[in-house]
């Protein structure tokens, strides 16, 4: 079968490893463009948010290119997401289109169904249990990989002397890594990229401060929905951190995902019912983010996204307790960067005026 | 010769320049309508300022504001390029020593500062919707065929303003234009208007903000009464339009120039009669990789300055 899927940021080399050696041939999604934004809201319900618009114009371009099924994931509400894939099929139908999308709920949710859809993947790319085991850990090495080498670059990026240097570094360590095929050739190519990035010429003596992206996990994951905002801050001489990695899910890191502990920590704040999407995660996250000395937060809503909304009128609060600073960033349609600057520009010379204050006052105690 | 500074804000609607003297108070000031145009404008209103100063005064230290400030900056030659928000704070801090709650209302955003201590501690700016902005008091007013001078002095007239629903420009207008068919008059209306766009910017853009006194208001809406009394009546405090409320982000770009000048030496100022040279934008689509960038190109008389617009800085580099 000719197989797509999503895209997010980088996750694309990872992915398409895993659909070739499965036995199926991958289609490889465009990073969504102007030509994706103009097919998915022509074909998308108006109320929509932005990251069903964008999925539903890389679906059809995707389908463009040849491909036959797309694979995504569910989800179990309250945030509308979880019947996005739903709603995507129904609309190709509607548009005569034979694209078939497959989505993976939470095991946990419906395990037979989850089963099914695993065995019927690997049963038409005719390979073995023992096979579909060993590529599957290889892909989750590769995710791990190109996490590793992203993560690394949002630190070295504010330091850097030649604007761009870094980006590019990062795409050619992508390179290394999208040929990499088993697991001692991706961490050979993983410690080439990581050791590239150290070796640009950077300046050392710049004390950059550190920016915790929180929000809505496509908004968050996919750089083109969000006007590249790690890049365009890194290069203001910022370091970032997000609160989502797809290999962050199951590994340890100083901010942790969707576990239990980051409804302990937003429990003070949050004590309702499940609010649905990152809604939760925000407010727990912005208080990490505190806790780990970050000077501030910057959040990251699609237009209408009900759960980031909810986060957002609780954030006050935890950002006059915290002592931390929240910019809120909602997306949609609009291409135009320069909004996006000027707010930043703006956060940043806040906080840079906060530390400065900051450091006054302890300079007086002393 | 005797110091002095220039900072310029070019808007979506509005084009400012200001010249301050070592102080920091105003020596002239001019707010110009951008028209599509912000290179012409700049220069044009460059030229005029230079015609009405004071020949002894010698300019150490330009600052470019505003959406255009990028462009504006290298046209001018700007020694500092600053975005709008720290320039209104900047002037603001300086024209009200203490003010905590900055409004600031122009023609295509709306903004609100918080601070404390004389430091920026929040800010919130509209982001999807221009609603209660300049622009769509401009289309008001010529839609109601009075001058966009007097509509704040309709307002004040008004004994029982009319509810208009003020979410979204569009549905505002639909419902002006339902209560102008019933028969109220165009004073209730305006009055109206003005609290619907008091109500939505609270909504929008001061959602969970601390709004504490002094509160200062401008920014060009400023001029408008009807909307001052309306945030009067909404807040239960006063606020102040300060005396160049039109021109405050210029004044700010003007006096973080003068920082700049206070620690830097020599200033890159091209001087006032810039009309002559020729500006020039050019954009084209990089072909190198799948991101297709839109590169723009700068040229002054000809000869390419810049180019920005490229993700991975490949043209950037190739212009300085």
């Known amino acids: 079968m000719k197989i797509s899927f999503p895209h997010m940021g980088h996750s694309f080399i990872a992915f398409k490893w895993l659909v070739e050696h499965l036995g199926h041939e991958c289609i490889v999604p465009p990073e969504p463009s102007k030509k994706t934004l103009d097919l998915g809201v022509r074909y998308s319900p108006e109320?929509?948010?932005?990251?069903?618009?964008?999925?539903?114009?890389?679906?059809l371009e995707a389908e463009e290119m040849g491909a036959e099924v797309i694979l995504t994931s569910g989800g179990c509400g309250p945030c509308r997401a979880g019947y996005y894939w739903v709603m995507h099929q129904y609309l190709l139908e509607e548009m005569g289109s034979k694209l078939k999308v497959v989505a993976f709920e939470p095991p946990m949710?419906?395990?037979?169904?989850?089963?099914?859809?695993?065995?019927?993947?690997?049963?038409?790319?005719?390979?073995?249990?023992?096979?579909?085991?060993?590529?599957?850990?290889?892909?989750?090495?590769?995710?791990k990989a190109i996490d590793d080498v992203e993560i690394h670059s949002h630190e070295i990026?504010?330091?850097?002397?030649?604007?761009?240097?870094?980006?590019?570094?990062?795409a050619r360590a992508l390179e290394q890594?999208?040929?990499?095929?088993?697991?001692?050739?991706?961490?050979?190519?993983?410690?080439?990229?990581?050791?590239?990035?150290?070796?640009?010429?950077?300046?050392?003596?710049?004390?950059?401060?550190?920016?915790?992206?929180?929000?809505?996990?496509?908004?968050?994951?996919?750089?083109?929905?969000?006007?590249?905002l790690q890049i365009m801050l890194g290069e203001m001489g910022v370091q970032t951190h997000r609160s989502i990695y797809l290999s962050g899910y199951a590994r340890e890191s100083t901010i942790s995902n969707g576990g239990e502990?980051?409804?302990?920590?937003?429990?003070?704040?949050?004590?309702?019912?499940?609010?649905?999407?990152?809604?939760?995660?925000s407010i727990g996250e912005t208080i990490l983010y505190a806790r780990h000395g970050f000077d501030g937060v910057v959040q990251l809503a699609p237009f209408s996204c009900i759960p980031e909304i909810v986060a957002k009128s609780i954030i006050p609060s935890v950002s006059r307790d915290f002592d931390i600073p929240v910019l809120t960033l909602f997306i949609d349609e609009q291409t135009g960067k320069a909004g996006v600057q000027t707010r930043l520009e703006a956060f940043v010379d806040l906080l840079e005026m906060r530390r400065q204050s900051k450091e006054e006052a302890a300079r007086l105690v002393v | 010769?005797?110091?002095?500074?220039?900072?310029?804000?070019?808007?979506?609607?509005?084009?400012?320049?200001?010249?301050?003297?070592?102080?920091?108070?105003?020596?002239?000031?001019?707010?110009?309508?951008?028209?599509?145009?912000?290179?012409?404008?700049?220069?044009?209103?460059?030229?005029?300022?230079?015609?009405?100063?004071?020949?002894?005064?010698?300019?150490?230290?330009?600052?470019?504001?505003?959406?255009?400030?990028?462009?504006?900056?290298?046209?001018?030659?700007?020694?500092?390029?600053?975005?709008?928000?720290?320039?209104?704070?900047?002037?603001?801090?300086?024209?009200?020593?203490?003010?905590?709650?900055?409004?600031?209302?122009?023609?295509?955003?709306?903004?609100?500062i918080i601070m404390r201590n004389g430091v920026v501690t929040d800010f919130a700016m509209n982001t999807v919707c221009a609603a209660g902005t300049g622009s769509f008091l401009d289309q008001q007013a010529s839609r109601l065929c009075i001058p966009i001078e007097d509509f704040g002095k309709y307002a004040l007239n008004s004994k029982n303003p009319v509810r208009i629903a003020g979410r979204c420009a569009v549905f505002a207008e639909s419902d002006m234009i339902h209560k102008q068919q019933l028969g109220y008059n165009s004073?209730?209306?305006?009055?109206?208007?003005?609290?619907?766009?008091?109500?939505?910017?609270?909504?929008?853009?001061?959602?969970?903000?601390?709004?504490?006194?002094?509160?200062?208001?401008?920014?060009?809406?400023?001029?408008?009464?009807?909307?001052v009394t309306a945030f009067n009546k909404l807040l239960g405090m006063e606020v102040t339009v300060p005396p160049h409320y039109d021109v405050m982000g210029a004044i700010g770009a003007a006096l973080l120039a003068r920082d700049w000048a206070a620690k830097k030496g020599q200033t890159k100022f091209k001087g006032f009669n810039i009309q002559e040279i020729s500006f020039k934008t050019t954009s084209f689509e990089c072909k190198g990789c799948s991101n297709a960038c839109e590169v723009v190109q700068f040229f002054e008389n000809g000869e390419l300055l810049a180019r920005w617009g490229d993700r991975c800085g490949k043209w950037e580099m190739q212009a300085v």
């Open chain 1, 47 to 59: 109320f929509a948010c932005i990251p069903f618009k964008i999925l539903m114009g890389t679906y």
């Open chain 1, 109 to 143: 949710l419906d395990i037979r169904d989850f089963w099914k859809k695993l065995s019927w993947i690997r049963k038409s790319g005719k390979v073995s249990w023992k096979h579909f085991i060993e590529v599957m850990k290889i892909t989750w090495e590769k995710i």
């Open chain 1, 157 to 170: 990026r504010p330091y850097e002397i030649n604007r761009g240097d870094t980006t590019r570094a990062v």
């Open chain 1, 177 to 228: 890594l999208d040929q990499a095929d088993t697991i001692s050739q991706i961490k050979e190519a993983r410690d080439a990229g990581v050791k590239l990035l150290d070796e640009l010429p950077r300046d050392r003596g710049r004390n950059p401060l550190k920016i915790g992206i929180i929000g809505e996990i496509y908004v968050v994951l996919e750089p083109s929905a969000n006007h590249y």
């Open chain 1, 261 to 281: 502990a980051i409804y302990q920590v937003a429990k003070p704040y949050l004590d309702e019912l499940c609010i649905g999407g990152h809604g939760v995660n």
């Open chain 2, 1 to 112: 010769m005797k110091k002095a500074y220039l900072g310029v804000d070019v808007g979506s609607v509005s084009t400012n320049l200001v010249v301050l003297d070592e102080k920091g108070s105003v020596l002239t000031g001019k707010y110009l309508r951008t028209s599509g145009k912000p290179i012409a404008t700049v220069q044009e209103g460059l030229y005029a300022i230079g015609q009405e100063i004071d020949q002894n005064l010698n300019i150490v230290g330009a600052g470019a504001t505003g959406s255009a400030r990028y462009l504006i900056g290298m046209i001018i030659g700007a020694d500092i390029i600053k975005n709008e928000i720290t320039a209104h704070a900047v002037a603001a801090s300086a024209v009200a020593r203490g003010v905590k709650t900055i409004i600031e209302i122009g023609g295509q955003d709306s903004k609100i």
């Open chain 2, 187 to 227: 004073e209730d209306i305006i009055a109206g208007l003005c609290e619907a766009l008091v109500r939505n910017y609270m909504n929008n853009v001061g959602k969970g903000k601390e709004i504490l006194a002094p509160v200062l208001f401008q920014g060009g809406v400023a001029a408008n009464q009807g909307l």
